[in-house]
């Protein structure tokens, strides 16, 4: 396996450019999206990635136990993982390949198991996210998702200073360009988010978000409804973007396991920049 030894600080897409002068630009953005560039024996995927003198470069196929993978918990039927920021869940009609479904497919292929979707993040949401092992299993909690999903708990930065904590219902409904808004009747899909603020400064408030009911852009909708958008989030009202990323992470989720009904706590640590931002 053909390894660089880093012998002055850049960034990794620049670097390799540089250093490997047999590739093209695509094939340089090919072996970022599938995972296959590790520095000191992890992947790195993210072209920006600030590389120092003395690290090593190595290529090849990730899919052995798949390091990028940060696996919170795991059985015969379930796999939890604590997703990271800007990765789809599964594909769209841009991306095909780089998603984490198609992480997951590649690590439960060396166990002759297949992965089956049972709840998503957002592309910019990263936390606590569960898979299926297999079909029934998916429709057994899909199916009764609502009563098995016991807390849905996230953490967000939110712009501005909220009220100590808020109960917020709407119906929501989505436009054609997929905008997800509150509906002034009762035609959309009922949704119930619940916040209470953890603390503030003068520009940001963070806050702990409990959902009743999981609806696509449930809780950035609903931010925005109360005039206080999560930063980052610019297609729901946010002018502010200081973490690169949406103010989003999924840090608990509980379930009852449908088959033998014992209750599991799935968690995810908040963010260091979550805290960093509100302490500044």
């Not at 002055?8 to 450019?17: A, S, V």
């Not at 297949?114 to 957002?122: A, C, G, P, S, Y």
């Not at 852009?217 to 946010?238: A, K, L, T, V, W």
Request: proline share 2%.
């Amino acid at each position: 396996m053909e390894k660089l030894v880093v012998k002055e600080k850049d960034k990794l897409y620049n670097y390799l450019r540089k250093n490997i002068t047999y590739k093209s630009k695509n094939n340089i953005k090919t072996l970022l999206k599938s995972n296959s560039v590790l520095v000191n024996d992890k992947v790195v995927n993210n072209h920006d990635y600030i590389l120092e003198v003395g690290d090593v470069i190595s290529f090849g196929n990730s899919d052995k136990r798949n390091p990028s993978l940060k696996i919170i918990y795991e059985d015969e039927n379930i796999i939890v993982l604590d997703k990271p920021t800007k990765l789809l869940t599964i594909s769209n009609r841009k991306e095909k390949e780089n998603t984490l479904y198609r992480q997951v497919s590649d690590y439960l292929r060396k166990e002759g198991k297949k992965v089956f979707i049972i709840h998503r993040l957002d592309y910019d949401t990263s936390g606590v996210i569960m898979f299926a092992k297999n079909q029934m299993i998916q429709k057994l909690y899909q199916d009764n998702w609502n009563k098995i999903a016991k807390i849905r708990e996230y953490v967000t930065v939110v712009e501005g200073i909220t009220e100590s904590h808020g109960h917020i219902e709407s119906y929501l409904k989505q436009n054609k360009s997929l905008q997800v808004y509150s509906s002034k009747g009762k035609d959309g899909l009922f949704s119930v988010t619940d916040y209470e603020k953890i603390v503030n400064n003068s520009k940001y408030s963070l806050l702990k978000i409990y959902i009743s009911t999981g609806r696509r852009n449930q809780i950035r909708c609903h931010m925005f409804d109360i005039g206080h958008p999560i930063i980052g989030d610019s297609r729901y009202g946010s002018n502010s973007n200081p973490l690169g990323r949406l103010a989003l992470h999924a840090t608990l989720l509980q379930i009852m396991d449908p088959l033998t009904k014992k209750v599991f706590n799935f968690k995810s640590d908040v963010p260091k920049d979550f805290m960093g931002l509100i302490e500044k």
